[in-house]
């Protein structure tokens, strides 16, 4: 009976530590390898769990995106895959769903390999955005 409190106790622990929150930025940096030429708009402007974000991308023509992902950042829960479709010359779209959390403000990151054939270069676009719940 001990030692299924002890397991009990330990895992309650990690699962405390998991959810620890880091010190919320007030303003985000957007770090990725694409020289500003690549930019991002959420729609909804405040997105939710559990409901569909889009994210609408725009990048110069010769930008190609693969799959990419979405993954917490102040609490480990795995990422989830991104896919991104093309909408225009110069516009992509992709569409977001994210798990519910225990944690009431959860920052996220989403990262976008791409690469243009025409330049031999490629990089990651990379940006963080936030989720409250009540």
Request: glycine fraction near 6%.
């Amino acid at each position: 009976m001990k030692l299924k409190v002890f397991i009990c106790a330990a895992l309650s622990a990690i699962v405390l530590i998991g959810c620890n929150p880091n010190s919320p930025s007030t303003t985000l940096e957007t770090k990725h390898s694409s020289n500003d030429k690549i930019f991002h708009k959420i729609d909804p402007d405040q997105p939710r769990v559990e409901q569909q974000i889009s994210v609408l991308i725009q990048a110069p023509a010769n930008i190609e995106f693969s799959l990419g992902k979405v993954e917490g950042v102040n609490m480990n829960m795995g990422y989830m895959p991104v896919s991104i479709v093309r909408q225009g010359t110069n516009q992509w779209r992709a569409d977001l769903y994210l798990g519910a959390c225990t944690e009431p403000r959860m920052q996220w990151r989403v990262s976008l390999p791409w690469s243009s054939p025409t330049s031999a270069q490629n990089g990651v676009y990379q940006f963080d955005f936030y989720t409250e719940t009540n």
